[in-house]
């Protein structure tokens, strides 16, 4: 197979983008640099502005200031048709009366490529989507992930410096999107064009990712990594938002060396780490994810991180079990433990509570 190489691609710039629709503020200031070949996916709830700044970079919608780049090359004064970026919504939006060779081709005869190498490239891309039996099917002779993937080589067709994908998975039933997320990270992979993938689904966001863009009311919360985002959240929004988390208030008694500080709250004494602005507040949320809250008898005496709990709810999941715990003066927690450690602990049982990992971000006045 004969597909671009990553070189091929381009580094995308956006620099300050600001947006208003009458008076109210749906960019605030959003920058961000993109690599090439890159997979970054915006991550947000609905209405903080992820679309918006996709239809900026398609140029579906002017921006009221900023620049956009791709390399060196400035293309936010371009119309959309001449800004080479290949676009896939939610709806797909094929051609129906179209089989699947004149919907992933269609780019390809609007910039007026030869017969010959339109069917090679057809070709590479039926392969790539692994819809080599399906070529002369109409969109509704197709199940919905197999038209997302038409959808997707379509877009990916004419070699675009830039892939936009909004909410790409959303109507897909929630077996076929877990297989579509897969195929789509592997798809952008291999074609290793630079890509924006937006959702509102955190999970997807950390499968898929490279970098996630976590955004909340029009600007950037955070950039990083699934990981970065998982285990280091940089707000409450953050913590929050991605991944289930219990959130305790504590007050910090002592800075360790960086990023370590020996918190306070109801109920718990520990030391944990830090996310840097910290050290200048004595506030903050003390974080611990359910797979971090060890559960043991409350007979075995525990280092200075236990805390005795009551029990109040099991919920099982197959593998792990979600426990709920009641500890005085402290929001109900929630633990999640393996099936087979959670079948040797019952409901109204009292417990010593213990945080395996925990991780601090600042509290808000
Ligand atoms: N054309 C428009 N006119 C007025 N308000 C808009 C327009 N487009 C988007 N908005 C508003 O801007 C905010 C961000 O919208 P959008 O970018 O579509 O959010 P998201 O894709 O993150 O769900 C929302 O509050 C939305 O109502
Ligand atoms: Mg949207």
Redesign the pocket.
Known sequence: MNLPDRSRSQPVHISHIRKS??A?V??KDFSLDIEAGEFVT?L????????????ILSGL?PQDAGEIRFGDRRIDMLPANRRNIGLVFQNYALFPHMTVVENIAFGLRMRSWSNTAKAARVDELLALVRLEGLAERRPEQLSGGQQQRVAVARALAFEPDLVLL??PLSNLDAKLREQVRIDLRDIQRKAGQTTVF?T?DQVEALVMSDRIVL?NA?QIDQVGTPVDLYSTPATEFGARFVGANNLLKATITGIGTDPQAHVQGAGLSIWLATVSPLVTGPEIWCCVRPEHIAIRAPTETGPETGTLGKVTDKIYQGTTVLLDIEIPGVEKMRAERPTSEANRINIGQTVNVLFEQAHAVPRMP
Request: glycine share 20%.
């Open positions: 629709f009458g109210f749906a960019l915006f947000g709830p609905s209405g903080c502005g992820k679309s918006t700044t996709l239809k919608t909004d909410e937006v509102h955004m029009g």
